[in-house]
């Protein structure tokens, strides 16, 4: 049995947009960052590479956010709303990502293999879990529309000091 990325372009396509925008979404994490540090933006991904994981990058974040003079409560509630996002598609990414793909020999349908935990020696510790090529896809518009709701934090924490000094600007959370 082939490899169903390699037997197919499609999946194989659809596999490589999940990971482009996925890292999208992670550099305007680091935007983020920046825009709440006012570190600027070659100082900011420099510093944020830095944290490799996803919990102490969140951490960072939050942290950065609760003593930021360029974050208030609704800037605070925008961000936990948004990382709440990105966990839950987080989910769904790494079982697309970090799980091998295989399909039946009949009829080709796709199946992840999804590590499970085994209390005997000697069972496979991989459970099949179909999937399709849609499913992969569906995931792009709400990476693509997290990523909107970054852009739209990052200048909002950007003009903050313009808002606090009676400069009109656009209401860019849409509240």
């Known amino acids: ?9 499609e999946l194989a396509a659809a596999v490589g947009r999940v990971a482009s925008y996925w890292a999208h979404l992670e550099h305007h994490f680091a935007s983020l960052f920046g825009a709440l540090t ?7 991904v420099t510093v944020f590479s830095y944290f490799r994981s996803a919990r102490t990058q969140r951490d960072v974040i939050l942290s950065s956010a609760k003593v930021s003079s360029r974050s208030e409560e609704k800037t605070f509630d925008r961000i936990k709303q948004v990382l709440s996002e990105y966990d839950r598609l987080a989910a769904v990414r790494n079982a697309i990502v970090h799980t091998p793909f295989g399909y039946e020999t009949e ?3 796709l199946y992840r293999m999804e590590r499970e935990r085994v209390s005997q020696p000697g069972v496979f510790p991989y459970k099949k879990t179909p999937f399709t090529i849609q499913e992969v896809e569906g995931l792009l518009e709400p990476i693509k529309e997290l990523i ?6 990052n200048l909002y924490i950007i ?5 606090d000094a009676g400069v009109s600007m656009p209401d860019r959370l849409g509240d």
């Open 38 to 44: 006012g570190l600027d933006m070659t100082m900011a």
């Open 159 to 163: 003009e903050k000091p313009l808002r």
């Open 1 to 9: 049995m082939g490899n169903p990325i390699e037997d197919d372009p």
């Open 107 to 109: 009829g080709k349908n």
């Open 148 to 153: 909107g709701n970054l852009r739209s934090l």
